[in-house]
């Protein structure tokens, strides 16, 4: 299983919503990471977790805010979002692991979750 | 400037022609990426170098470390192979695998 599965796939939600992004990855990956991406731009970087610790946090706005239960499963919770934060948010998944990060290993993506704030 | 420059930024052509996307970067890398992604929807990594040459298919990947450029090939290129491909480095020392990316080479090959 080389799957990144990400849910939902679309979502619409208020200004005033609570809400969740889930990412799910089986391949005893120990670093995940959420990405933004608007249209006809590259990804940018959100969020990095390793060994289940938050180890980067790119400055991004507290309305966001990143869980990761167990190795396996990454979330994103969403509150009080602008409708400038309508984008695509991907999931990605890798070996990396050790603290120096010298590891070279492929990452996986998920198809993502395409965001609309209303 | 960019710290990953791609070109062509735009890319038109027809099936069965071959296809090379350029990538070129300016910092010490310790990996780089080629990912694919299509139309409204998520990235797929096609391959990872760190030196030297990969083949998968019809898809050819070459870096040049000491000149710091890589090639995407696309042999006999048909139209589910219209995509934007990205060129991501891993900057050398980067933990986590934190991702560099091009802006991306928007691939469309009509039958």
């Known amino acids: 299983d080389t799957e990144v599965t990400q849910t939902p796939k679309h979502l619409v939600m208020g200004m005033t919503n609570k809400k969740s992004l889930k990412c799910e990855q089986h391949?005893?990956?120990?670093?995940m990471y959420w990405y933004k991406q608007k249209a006809k731009k590259p990804p940018e970087l959100m969020f990095v977790y390793s060994y289940e610790k938050l180890s980067i946090n790119e400055s991004v706005p507290s309305r966001f805010s990143p869980e990761c239960p167990n190795s396996s499963l990454l979330n994103l919770h969403l509150h009080a979002l602008q409708p400038e934060d309508s984008a695509l948010y991907l999931c990605?998944?890798?070996?990396?692991?050790?603290?120096?990060?010298?590891?070279?290993?492929?990452?996986?993506f998920g198809q993502g979750t395409r965001l609309t704030v209303v | 400037k960019n710290e990953v420059e791609q070109s062509p930024q735009n890319l038109t052509a027809q099936e069965g022609e071959f296809i090379t996307i350029n990538c070129s970067y300016s910092?010490?890398?310790?990996?780089l990426h080629w990912l694919q992604q299509h139309p409204g929807g998520g990235i797929v990594s096609l391959f990872m170098l760190s030196s030297g040459k990969k083949k998968h298919g019809r898809l050819i990947a070459t870096i040049n470390i000491q000149e710091k450029h890589s090639s995407l090939h696309i042999t006999a290129s048909h139209p589910r192979d219209s995509a934007v491909y990205i060129c991501a480095v891993r900057p050398g020392g980067t933990s986590y695998g934190k991702l560099t990316f091009g802006q991306g080479t928007i691939l469309t090959v009509h039958p």
């Open positions: 391949m005893g990956h120990r670093a």
């Open positions: 910092v010490g890398i310790s990996a």
């Open positions: 990605a998944s890798s070996q990396d692991g050790d603290q120096q990060g010298r590891v070279n290993t492929e990452a996986f």
